[in-house]
């Protein structure tokens, strides 16, 4: 059978010009391939894109949330139980009454959670209830001003009758910039 693939005779020019229309014809096909694959992989990798961040943008306060718990709590509990298994370590006993002594130490430090003191702030409490007590003293001035009668003395009586005597008589005045009458010659 292998005998009878190698006694046939292969045409080396056929073949060559076989292989280049095969490779032409799937270049061809590349292309096309290529050109109907490159819209879609651009508007995947866009969605990728926006996927990405919208996952990011929830997953940040998830992190930040994380982080701040790391920060506030577990890092001050692993130290109080730190320096908490060092003490009883520093006691005396054998080597395993003390890492026991450790153990137990350290453990009740790290689940014990830390008491924070409440600062009372008094100066800042007594301005406060000065501030509170000045606006009450304000709004019942404003108050107990508005219930005062206003009387404008500047203001006309429009009650007055108007048939009463005028202040001042209405006679003629003479001009101001006429001359004075001449003087009548003196009796010499």
Known sequence: MASNILDKKID???ARLEAASLVDAVAAQAGRAAGWAAPRVNRARE???KAAKEAQLRAQPVVDQARTRVIEEYVP???RAAVAAQEAIN???TLTERAQR???AAKQAALTPEVSVKKKHPVLKTFC???VAGCAAGAAYVIWRRSQPVEDPWAEEYWADSTDEPAVSE??????DAPAEPEAPAAE
Request: net charge negative.
């Open 12 to 14: 080396l020019d056929q």
């Open 47 to 49: 969605e990728f894109i």
């Open 77 to 79: 509990a692993a130290q």
């Open 91 to 93: 006691t005396e006993g």
């Open 102 to 104: 450790a153990a137990v």
């Open 129 to 131: 209830w000065i501030a």
């Open 171 to 176: 006679a003629p005045a003479a001009p101001v």
